[in-house]
């Protein structure tokens, strides 16, 4: 059975920092791209993140660049999100998931499993 467990998330003040973990278990994801997604109260859920299966691609919602940084060890079978310089805007649900394909994908119908979440709230 596929399981994806989110950590790392909890309550910080604007300017800080928080490194988001999912831990993959059930299978192997080393050949699929995986990614962030978080769902702020009242709105959709919406893209943060992707990395392609190897690492070497990247892509970032455009609210997040230059602060967010996603990176995976496939050894590990794990995907990590660091954030900095976190905004109250920032406050939401994190899911990380895994795609049906090798490369970074950015809309979530492209992705297949999906953890529970990590509520992540940044106080001003």
């Known amino acids: 059975q596929v399981q994806l467990v989110e950590s790392g998330g909890g309550l910080v003040q604007a300017g800080g920092s928080l490194r988001l973990s999912c831990a993959a278990s059930?299978?192997?994801?080393?050949?699929?791209?995986m990614g962030w997604f978080r769902q702020a109260p009242g709105k959709e859920r919406a893209f943060v993140a992707a990395?392609?299966?190897?690492?070497?691609?990247?892509y970032y919602a455009d609210s997040v660049k230059g602060r967010f940084t996603i990176s995976r060890d496939n050894a590990k079978n794990t995907v990590y999100l660091q954030m900095n310089s976190l905004k109250p805007e920032d406050t939401a649900v994190y899911y990380c998931?895994?795609?049906?394909?090798?490369?970074?994908?950015?809309?979530?119908?492209?992705?297949?499993?999906w953890g529970q979440g990590t509520q992540v709230t940044v106080s001003s």
């Open positions: 998931a895994v795609a049906r394909r090798a490369t970074a994908q950015t809309t979530q119908y492209d992705y297949d499993y």
């Open positions: 059930g299978r192997t994801f080393s050949n699929h791209g």
């Open positions: 990395i392609n299966w190897i690492g070497f691609s990247t």
